[in-house]
C-alpha cells in the first residue's frame, strides 16, 4: 500500500506539474527559450545518481521517495508536452486570433485539445517510470513500502520475498497501466 500510494502520489505531480510548466513555456516563449536546455539537461541526468542528493537534502521518509519517483518522469514528460503545444496547428491558432481570440482562447480551444493524445501517451509511460523512481527512492531512504522488503529480503537471503515482491511489482505496473488505458478509452468515447 506504502509504495502504491506513493507512485499514484507521484504520478499526479508529475502530470499536473508537467502540463502547468509546459503551459508556462508556451505561453512565454522567451523564458522558454532559456529554460527547455536546462530541462533537456536534467531529463539526461542519471535519477539513481541523484538520490543520495535528495536523501541529503531532504531527509529520509515518504517527501524523499515521492521527489525520488517525480525526477524520473517530469522533466522528460515536460519536453514532450512543450514540443507538442508548439507544434500545434498554426492556422487554426491564426483564425482565434483573426476572430478576436486571446492567447488563452487560442491555448483552451486549439492548442490543449489537439494535445490530448500526447497527454495521454505521457501518462502510459510515467505512470511506470514513477513506479521506478519510487523504487529507487525506497532502495535508498524507505523503512517500508516494497523498494526497502526488496533490499531486505535481498541482504537476508529470502528469495521468497524477494519474488513475491517483485511480482506485486508487475501486478501493480499492470493494473496501474490497465487504468490508464481504460481511462483513454473512455475518453475517446466521449470524443
Not at 29 to 44: A, D, G, H, R, Y
Not at 55 to 82: D, E, K, M, Q
Not at 93 to 103: A, E
Amino acid at each position: 500500500g506504502v509504495s502504491l500510494y506513493e507512485t499514484i502520489l507521484s504520478f499526479f505531480i508529475i502530470m499536473i506539474g508537467s502540463v502547468l510548466v509546459a503551459s508556462l513555456l508556451w505561453r512565454f516563449q522567451t523564458m522558454s527559450s532559456v529554460v527547455e536546455p536546462v530541462f533537456v539537461l536534467l531529463k539526461s541526468l542519471p535519477k539513481s545518481a541523484l538520490a543520495p542528493l535528495i536523501i541529503v537534502w531532504l531527509g529520509t521518509g515518504i517527501r524523499t521517495i515521492v521527489i525520488a519517483g517525480i525526477s524520473v518522469a517530469i522533466f522528460g514528460c515536460i519536453i514532450n508536452l512543450y514540443t507538442c503545444f508548439k507544434n500545434t496547428d498554426s492556422e487554426k491558432q491564426k483564425l482565434i486570433r483573426i476572430l478576436g481570440g486571446k492567447k488563452r482562447h487560442i491555448f483552451f480551444m486549439v492548442v490543449l485539445p489537439a494535445a490530448r493524445e500526447t497527454i495521454l501517451s505521457n501518462m502510459k509511460v510515467n505512470i511506470g517510470l514513477a513506479l521506478v523512481g519510487v523504487m529507487i527512492g525506497e532502495f535508498l531512504a524507505a523503512r517500508q513500502g516494497l523498494g526497502y522488503l526488496i533490499i531486505y529480503a535481498s541482504q537476508v537471503f529470502k528469495l521468497d520475498w524477494l519474488i513475491l515482491c517483485i511480482l506485486i511489482l508487475c501486478f501493480i505496473a499492470v493494473c496501474l497501466y490497465s487504468l490508464i488505458q481504460m481511462i483513454e478509452r473512455r475518453l475517446s468515447v466521449k470524443i
